[in-house]
Every structure is written in C-alpha cells, then in structure tokens.
C-alpha cells in the first residue's frame, strides 16, 4: 500500500515537474512499471516471510541441538568419570586377584604336602601293623588325617581298662613309627557301645569306660613306649559316635574301639592363615 502511495505521488509529481499532459502510452508504460515493481515487491515480501520462518526453524533446531549436546556431553563426562573409576578399581581388582592366585597356590601346595604325608605315614603304619589286621585293625584316611581303630577285643579283656599282651604288642608297633614322626599328634578317643555297664566298681557307665581306656592307652604310649606326652590327647566319646547304628552283636563290636587319630602338624598352614 506504502508503495502504491509513493508510486501515484511519484506520477503526480513528475507530472507537475513537467507541466505536461502524459501521453496515454507514457502513462501505461508508467502503470506497467508500477505493477512490475509491486510484482517484484510481493515476491520480496515472501521470500523474507519464507526466510524468516527458516531462520525461526533452524534456531529451534540449533537449540534442540545444543540440548543434545549437553546431555550427550554430560553422559560422556559421567561415563569418563566412572570409566577412570572402574579402572582404577579393575586394577585394584587385578593386584587382590594375583595376590589370592599366589595364596591359593601356597595353601594348595601345603596341603598336597599334607596328604603326600598322610598318605606316606598310613602306608608305614600298615606295613608295621599289618599282622593285627586279622585282629580287628584297621588304618585309613578321613580329612586329612589317618585314623587307626583297634577293636576293644584286641586291647582289652571284656569290660576292662587293662591292656593286655596282644594290645601291648600291636601299641608297640604303632609307636615304633610314630617315634620317628615328631611332626605327628595324636588323639586317643575311647569308644563304646550303647549296653549299660554293669558291675565294674568305679567306672558308672559309659563314659567312665571310654575314657579310662583312652587313658589307658596313653599312658602305655608315653610311660612305656616313651612318645612325647605332649603330642597326646585323650578323650572319651562313649557311645555317641558309632560306627554302626545297627543293633545286633556286630555292630556293638564295631562299636567298641579306640580310635588313634594322627594328625600332621600344619604350623605352615596355620602360619600363612594367620599372616594373611
């Protein structure tokens, strides 16, 4: 509208500046300008508006952008963060796991050299006692350790906490290899079956015999066959810990036994627990 105003007082002016009358060609070639300039104006007029609403639309895209790179740049910073952190404590991770892998392997070693012992002393104490065997003697391995039971009728005379000779004999043998395993505690656990005693004077029941012949036992070990006194321990089970549940003759005389348990001295062992 401005520039139909400027244009018509543009032609007025011209008109009166010249003082002329326009020729009617002059004036359609003036009108024709004018549409021409409008046409030109129009298009102008759009593409600023077409312009406009691109730059409009690239800066919320250009802020779009930025947000993203924010929250990207954030979750970097934060992945970094923990990346250096996990890092860190990956190698620390690397550092306890050698240092375990090296224990293991020292406790590992230890204990094979346990059970090579067990192992080496069970087979002296078979070949020393191989002729009680028959007897009711028996070596074996549990746990690391090497158990000899001797039934009560090859120590004992029935219901006494005397040895007899065929005890002392087969106690002979046994200490003849344990006076030159120094390395070797024992444990002597008196055992007996689930009958109640009866008629034996100071001993009361159960208890009282399984103790007494463990007693018994490590008296003639230390006393007699001179194995250090404290390398033994006695103890009485009475008849909590059978070897048999069953409730006939034979399992009452499996029952009734002294267990011998020879255990290694594991001060290695114990040193590295305590050390670690």
Not at 159 to 168: A, C, E, H, R
Not at 197 to 210: A, E, F, P, R, Y
Request: hydrophobic content about 35%.
């Amino acid at each position: 509208m401005k520039i139909k105003i400027f244009f018509f007082a543009l032609i007025c002016g011209m008109a009166l500046h010249s003082c002329k009358v326009m020729s009617p060609k002059a004036y359609k070639a003036l009108i024709a300008g004018r549409d021409s300039l409008q046409a030109r104006t129009n298009t102008l007029e759009e593409e600023r508006a077409k312009l406009q609403a691109d730059t409009a639309h690239l800066h919320r895209e250009l802020n779009d952008l930025q947000l993203t790179y924010n929250e990207l740049n954030a979750k970097y910073t934060m992945l970094n963060k923990n990346y250096s952190a996990n890092s860190t404590k990956l190698t620390q991770l690397s550092g306890d796991l050698q240092k375990r892998e090296a224990r293991l392997h020292e406790v590992e070693d230890i204990l094979r050299k346990r059970d090579e012992a067990t192992n080496a002393l069970k087979n002296k104490l078979q070949k020393a006692l191989l002729g009680f065997q028959q007897s009711g003697l028996s070596v074996d391995v549990r746990n690391g350790k090497v158990y000899v039971s001797l039934t009560d009728k090859l120590l004992f005379p029935s219901g006494s906490i005397v040895i007899d000779d065929k005890g002392k004999q087969a106690l002979k043998q046994l200490a003849a290899v344990l006076n030159k395993e120094a390395d070797i505690n024992l444990s002597v656990e008196g055992h007996t079956d689930n009958q109640r005693v009866v008629n034996l004077g100071q001993i009361k029941d159960n208890w009282d015999l399984s103790v007494l012949r463990a007693t018994s036992v490590s008296r003639y070990l230390t006393e007699v066959e001179k194995i250090d006194p404290t390398r033994i321990t006695a103890t009485g089970k009475g008849e909590f810990q059978p070897l048999d549940p069953a409730k006939t003759p034979e399992a009452r005389a499996k029952n009734r036994r002294i267990e011998i348990v020879l255990t290694p001295k594991l001060d290695e062992l114990y040193n590295l627990i305590n050390n670690k």
